[in-house]
Nanobody, 115 residues
Framework: QVQLVESGGGLVQPGGSLTLSCTASGIQLSLYTMHWYRQGPEKQRELIANIFSDGHTNYADSVKGRFTISRHDVNNTMYLQMNSLKPEDTAVYYC?????????WGQGTQVTVSS
């Protein structure tokens, strides 16, 4: 079965850290362009980071310097290390895998930043 499964969300205090995971089955992540999106309450879905098959990464200004996207090819998993979290980072976080033939989405994982 081809699918992406996110995990690692939860409740964290401002200034804290979380690491999200996106584990793939049925596809080889290293062959895809991988994205992390998020959608906050009453907000549009926002692209926050991506990693290409060659390892090149990009970040939205809103997370640059605080979040790190990475991919572990042996585990076939993509990660999003989130540091210095702010209340405005509260959102459902989604991973997305794109190739010429596929556009796959995970189910999302909730991140809530609150004291």
């Amino acid at each position: 079965q081809v699918q992406l499964v996110e995990s690692g969300g939860g409740l964290v205090q401002p200034g804290g850290s979380l690491t999200l995971s996106c584990t793939a089955s049925g596809i080889q992540l290293s062959l895809y362009t991988m994205h992390w999106y998020r959608q906050g309450p009453e907000k549009q879905r926002e692209l926050i980071a991506n990693i290409f098959s060659d390892g090149h990464t990009n970040y939205a200004d809103s997370v640059k310097g605080r979040f790190t996207i990475s991919r572990h090819d042996v585990n076939n998993t993509m990660y999003l290390q989130m540091n210095s979290l702010k209340p405005e980072d509260t959102a459902v976080y989604y991973c997305n895998a794109v190739s010429r033939a596929r556009d796959l989405w995970g189910q999302g994982t909730q991140v809530t930043v609150s004291s």
